[in-house]
Each structure stands twice: as structure tokens, then as C-alpha cells.
């Protein structure tokens, strides 16, 4: 059982993400298994100048989730990756706040503009 409830919550967070990765061109892709989730943010560009150029944003963004009580991590090469590992208990209604909270937190490090910080 907690397996489906797992997967099923990694599907609703991958959607979320997709979802704002649809209205904020700085999140570039998103990938992940289950409740191991990685949101690749890029400024200027895809591959490496763009994950360079993204290591201040990510950095602000994790700092505005650490200030709502959502607390996650940068991973990668270039530190451009947020990585999500919600418990695997989570409710849908949690999954739900820390996708907003996410990109509240994007909307202010970015100054609103949903691009270039």
C-alpha cells in the first residue's frame, strides 16, 4: 500500500512541477522516481552556461522554501537542480502546499518576472 501512495504522490509532485515549469521559463526539466524528484533550473540557456547561471536563483529559491518551512536541496554539477525526497508518507494536500510554497518562493527570487532574476 505505501508503495502505490508513494508512486502516486511522485506522479501528482512531477505533474506539479511540469505544471510550473509550464508558466516559468527558468525551470527546465523535470525527472525523477517515485518520491526522488529533481527540477533542473536554467538561466540563459540549457546545458552548462545555463546551470552556471542558475546557482544564485537556486540558491534564492531554496532560501525562500526554507523561510515558508519547506526545506529542500540543490544537487548537481552546478548546484541547478532542486531535489525534492518528500517522506513517502505524504498526504496529497501536503505535495499540494510545498508546490505552491515552491513557487512562491520562485516568483520572489526572481523578482516576479517568471525568467531572468
Do not use: H
Not at 95 to 109: K, P
Request: glycine share 16%; aromatic share 4%.
Amino acid at each position: 500500500m505505501a508503495c502505490i501512495v508513494a508512486t502516486a504522490r511522485g506522479e501528482q509532485l512531477r505533474a506539479g512541477l511540469r505544471a510550473i515549469a509550464s508558466r516559468r521559463p527558468e525551470l527546465v526539466e523535470v525527472r525523477g522516481l517515485g518520491l526522488m524528484v529533481g527540477s533542473e533550473v536554467a538561466i540563459g540557456g540549457n546545458g552548462i552556461a545555463g546551470a552556471k547561471g542558475a546557482k544564485g536563483l537556486v540558491k534564492s529559491v531554496l532560501k525562500g522554501c526554507e523561510e515558508r518551512n519547506l526545506l529542500l536541496l540543490s544537487a548537481g554539477t552546478y548546484d541547478s537542480t532542486v531535489r525534492w525526497i518528500p517522506p513517502l508518507n505524504a498526504y496529497a494536500e501536503e505535495i499540494s502546499a510545498a508546490l505552491g510554497i515552491f513557487e512562491e518562493a520562485l516568483d520572489a527570487a526572481s523578482g516576479g518576472r517568471g525568467g531572468e532574476p
